[in-house]
């Protein structure tokens, strides 16, 4: 039970990159252990692909019109404990990056609706090209790759040059990384599991339009984010609680000169919140004219810090 109360209060005190790795490794766990079950006891076809048709996202369009749900399932499925590892590892390190830059209503925002472009990507393409045609009826999609996806290019399209430390390679700019995956699924898919690759690819087209659209000063999440802002609640870390006395005290009506005092910090505060949005709109408007790279280290520090408030 002290397990589950830690998991539980990890899971509400945790941000939202913790949360969606959550949120992945828990379907990952049930899945296989449902699998043990029907294994075990022989229940209908022991393979774990049966079960997972039913959350996978299938290519074939009268099969998915049954399934609807699968267009957003599929994205927090894994069967391959490889397939989870890597996914997660990915999402871990470069939604960190985006955090620094964006907010992390945003980064769910391109978590989903990449997934959801991956999605859209691959069944097109299935349906489209003629090569695709016989493997329509078997073709199912899942994995996070596609959400993953979009927050690495979209990252690395937003910021560029922002450079990580690679084994053997040294520093390496974020955008050398993505062109670099991109073009590795774009080259793998006459190479086998073509759907996966597909989907990397629509979930890697979405990043770099949310990026190249942010820059120019329009959010195309920001639609997407209203409409699911109740959903948004499950991944919202639990606000901290203030643990205050139960014994009752008499409230004293505040002086004169408390007063005084109170009003002048409300004035300073409102005074000092005027002047940051002030210079937080001037740094959004520069890079509505002249792209996020015209920012000077001064300009990134000030966004980066009110970015975290």
Known sequence: MDVILEIKKRYKN???IFRLIFINVAVFILINLIALIFFLFS???????????W?????????LLYRPWTIITYMFLHQDFLHILFNMLWLF???????????????LSVYLLGGISGAALYI???NLFPVFQPMIAGSMALGASASVYAIVVGISAFTPDYS???LFLGRVKLKYIALFVVVLDLLSIPNGNAGGHIAHLGGALFGVLFALSLKKGHDITKGFSIVMEGFYSIFKP??????TSNNYTKKQKPS?????KKTQSDKDYNKKKAVNQAEIDRILDKISKNGYESLSKEEKDTLFDMSKK
Do not use: R
Request: glycine share 10%.
């Open 256 to 260: 004169s000169d408390t007063q005084s």
């Open 14 to 16: 945790g941000g939202i």
């Open 93 to 107: 390190w470069f939604g960190k990056i985006f955090l620094e830059y964006l907010d992390p209503k945003k980064l």
């Open 238 to 243: 639990s606000p901290k609680m203030k643990v």
């Open 124 to 126: 097109a393409a299935y």
């Open 55 to 63: 959350l996978a996202v299938p290519a074939d369009m009268h099969l």
């Open 43 to 53: 229940i209908g076809n022991t393979e774990k692909f049966t079960f997972i048709e």
């Open 164 to 166: 990580i430390g690679l």
